[in-house]
């Protein structure tokens, strides 16, 4: 069977197409369960005037935002006819992603294989294995594309690929994506449309939903993509060369060593490259101050939404931010959370908090 979408699938038996609209089924009533994902906003004495929010998109059944996307890709390879009764998927990830794919294939009885660097979390490792998924590890994120169309190819299955079908697989102009539920939720609050969404980028494809929703519904919102060291995103957007290339990004999740299909430059009002200490800092001190562990990607997009704070008060700006929760802080325990961890990787994160909780609390103060 192909892999790939554009090629033309074989026609439906009667087992297959009963097959599909028992999977449609499944996966919408998935989707009813956890249409909506909470909206927190926390209290930051020293951001008077400036309202930050954050999309908990940890909430969903697999603990990430890559739930929605996984949901979407399922549903984009099963209405295309690249996913039947059988198939075996296969995915490149490193972690999130395969860890919500590998729930949905479990709750339509298909075989899963993430193919994932050595580097990922023990912890997304044992999700995915849970779910009963098969975790297939190269030495290089480099390797991940090609090994795991290899392995589709041999076993005749279905490589979902969310790098190239991120933008594709949403409906950016439906009701209930994400765009479409942030704003949704903000219309009742002070400063209903935000000056700013804050998002990174792994796929691109949660920030070309946002973008392009925004135009779409002609609201005077700006988005802002923040990227980390080691990512090809910045530079393209900043170059317009989509061929640039980088050695790979140390927070799992975000970050590509190559600009994936689905990042679309166009969308995208600013970017922010965000120190990857700063990062980390900035998932302690939210962790500290929500009383709950966010991840690494998270503490990204905060450190992005101060900049963007810090830039208001400086404009004497006032009004509202949003960006997203991305996943919990239990998963990367022996990581961004581990101090022995922290310091075999060389990462001094103590001056960044001080930075960080001194602006929290006086609204002053250098970030980046």
């Avoid at 910045?234 to 994936?260: F, H, L």
């Avoid at 965000?274 to 500290?288: E, F, Q």
Wanted: hydrophobic share 35%; aromatic share 8%; with cysteine.
């Amino acid at each position: 069977m192909s892999t790939h979408p554009s090629d033309t699938p074989s026609a439906l038996s009667a087992d297959d197409r009963s097959w599909t609209r028992h999977a449609i089924t499944i996966l919408e009533a998935d989707g009813r369960r956890s249409a909506d994902t909470h909206l927190v906003k926390p209290d930051f004495p020293g951001l008077n005037g400036i309202d930050i929010y954050f999309k908990d998109e940890s909430t969903h059944p697999t603990g990430s935002l890559k739930h929605r996307l996984a949901r979407s890709l399922f549903l984009y390879g099963i209405c295309n006819g690249h996913i039947r009764r059988q198939t075996t998927l296969v995915e490149a990830s490193s972690g999130s992603t395969a860890v919500s794919e590998a729930y949905f294939a479990r709750l339509l009885g298909l075989p899963f294989t993430a193919v994932m660097p050595k580097s990922t979390s023990q912890q997304k490792i044992q999700a995915i294995e849970c779910f009963g998924g098969h975790c297939h590890f190269v030495d290089h994120t480099h390797e991940i594309y090609a090994v795991a169309q290899a392995i589709a190819d041999k076993t005749g299955g279905y490589y979902l690929d969310q790098f190239t079908h991120a933008e594709r697989a949403t409906d950016w102009r439906g009701n209930n994506n994400i765009a479409d539920s942030i704003f949704r939720q903000m219309s009742g609050e002070p400063n209903p449309v935000p000056r700013w969404v804050v998002m990174s980028a792994g796929t691109g494809g949660t920030s070309a939903t946002i973008g392009r929703f925004i135009r779409y519904r002609n609201l005077d919102t700006r988005l802002c993509v923040v990227d980390v060291e080691g990512s090809a995103f910045y530079d393209a957007w900043r170059t317009g060369d989509k061929n640039i290339t980088a050695q790979g990004s140390r927070i799992e999740g975000i970050g590509r060593p190559r600009v994936e299909p689905s990042f679309i430059p166009g969308v995208i009002d600013e970017m922010i490259r965000i120190p990857d200490a700063a990062s980390i800092a900035a998932a302690h001190v939210l962790s500290a101050r929500l009383f709950r562990r966010v991840g690494g990607s998270t503490g990204t997009n905060f450190m992005g939404v101060l900049s963007l704070a810090a830039r208001m008060r400086q404009q004497g700006e006032s009004g509202s931010i949003v960006t997203l929760i991305c996943d919990s802080g239990d998963r990367y325990a022996t990581t961004y959370y581990d101090n022995d961890w922290l310091k075999a990787q060389g990462f001094e994160i103590g001056a960044w908090r001080t930075k960080i909780e001194a602006f929290l609390d006086s609204g002053t103060g250098e970030l980046l």
